[in-house]
Nanobody, 109 residues
Framework: VQLQASGGGLVQAGGSLRLSCTAS????????VVWYRQAPGKQRELVAV???????DYADSVQGRFTISRDNAKDTVYLQMNSQKPEDIAVYYC????WGKGTLVTVSS
């Protein structure tokens, strides 16, 4: 399954924009979808993540302003960006995460 981000554009400070991440197949087959961004001259950073169970998490810099959501019927994950700031200027990417088989770590006292 491949993902394609769309919806970027020009927005005024304080404005809103919604990005879409559309899957070529069933987005429900992906364990988690992550939005990243990379500002000019900076490293790529994680912005928001949503699991198949709908659990979400956000970078501190966007907490309370951005909302990630998914619509499995449309095979799409959205990133609603409100109250935008100049520091939100970046190229935004979405990526899929597949869980591998985990390994148990036990620590004895």
């Amino acid at each position: 399954v491949q993902l394609q981000a769309s919806g970027g554009g020009l927005v005024q400070a304080g404005g809103s924009l919604r990005l879409s991440c559309t899957a070529s197949g069933s987005i429900g087959s992906i364990n988690a979808v992550v939005w990243y961004r990379q500002a000019p001259g900076k490293q790529r950073e994680l912005v928001a993540v949503i699991t198949g169970d709908g659990i979400t998490d956000y970078a501190d810099s966007v907490q309370g302003r951005f909302t990630i959501s998914r619509d499995n019927a449309k095979d799409t994950v959205y990133l609603q960006m409100n109250s935008q700031k100049p520091e939100d200027i970046a190229v935004y990417y979405c990526s899929g995460v597949y869980w591998g088989k985990g390994t148990l770590v036990t620590v004895s006292s």
